[in-house]
């Protein structure tokens, strides 16, 4: 029992370093996509690079019909994420961390039979 330990808190370990954090769900089918957040310079200039950065958040995927919560997710530090769902409609949310900003809009994705959509998740810092 003492060696099973060890191996159960490093395999929790290893799952917990990938750059792109999964939901659990069908092996086949879902979202992939990236969580972003912007924008980051006080004025944007032209011919001077803004570009939005990567953003570490909470996903929460919602039924569009119900508003029922189907899956949750959390992006990675390079805003990588990857959502296992079935078939279907769905609504994805991101949840921000404060009361005000930043904030997401939702966004809505189709996913098909044995297929990753697509998506990001933008969230606005409210600069301007």
Do not use: W
């Amino acid at each position: 029992m003492k060696t099973l330990v060890p191996l159960v808190l490093i395999a929790v370990l290893a799952l917990g370093c990938g750059a792109e954090r999964e939901a659990a769900g069908p092996a086949d089918s879902g979202v992939r996509g990236v969580v972003i957040l912007g924008p980051s310079c006080p004025v944007v200039q032209e011919n001077v690079p803004c570009p939005d950065e990567p953003f570490e958040a909470e996903i929460q995927v919602v039924a569009p019909g119900s508003r029922e919560v189907v899956a949750t997710a959390r992006s990675g530090k390079d805003g990588r994420f990857v959502i296992r769902l079935g078939p279907g409609r769905y609504v994805l949310e991101g949840i921000s961390p404060g009361e005000a900003f930043p904030f997401a809009k939702p966004v809505d994705v189709t996913v098909r039979p044995h297929a990753f959509t697509s998506a990001t998740v933008a969230f606005d810092t409210g600069i301007r």
